[in-house]
C-alpha cells in the first residue's frame, strides 16, 4: 500500500503563487508515475500534471506555462509549483499515483483546498 500526504494549500491573491507537498509512504517502489488532479465545486476531477519516476512531465493546457511539476526522488516527495494564479484555480488539488502498468490511478491523497481570491 502507498499513502499520500498533500500540504501546503491555502488562501492566495490572484497572480500569487503556492508551492503543494505530496509526501509518499509505504510500497512507493511500486509506482510509476505521480501527479495532481483537482476538482471544483460542481466539476468533474480533471488532470493538471503529471511526472513518471524518471522525471518526464506532462502539464495540462490550462496551467501550462504557470504550473510546474517536480519530484525529490530521496525524499519520496511530489511538488506542484503554481504561479499567476488565477480564480478559476481554485480548487481540491488530489496528489495521485498510478503503479507500473496501470492505466488509472491506484492511490490518491486526501486532498488540499486551494482558494484563489482578493
Known amino acids: 500500500q502507498v499513502q499520500l500526504v498533500e500540504s501546503g494549500g491555502g488562501l492566495v491573491q490572484p497572480g500569487g503563487s503556492l508551492r503543494l507537498s505530496c509526501a509518499a509512504s509505504?510500497?512507493?517502489?511500486?509506482?510509476?508515475?505521480m501527479g495532481w488532479y483537482r476538482q471544483a465545486p460542481g466539476k468533474q476531477r480533471e488532470l493538471v500534471a503529471t511526472?513518471?519516476?524518471?522525471?518526464?512531465?506532462n502539464t495540462a493546457d490550462s496551467v501550462k506555462g504557470r504550473f510546474t511539476i517536480s519530484r525529490d526522488n530521496a525524499k519520496n516527495t511530489v511538488y506542484l509549483q503554481m504561479n499567476s494564479l488565477k480564480p478559476e484555480d481554485t480548487a481540491v488539488y488530489y496528489c495521485?499515483?498510478?503503479?507500473?502498468?496501470?492505466?488509472?490511478?491506484?492511490?490518491w491523497g486526501q486532498g488540499i483546498q486551494v482558494t484563489v481570491s482578493s
Open positions: 509505504g510500497s512507493i517502489f511500486s509506482i510509476g508515475v
Open positions: 511526472i513518471t519516476s524518471g522525471g518526464s512531465t
Open positions: 495521485s499515483g498510478r503503479r507500473w502498468g496501470s492505466l488509472r490511478v491506484d492511490y
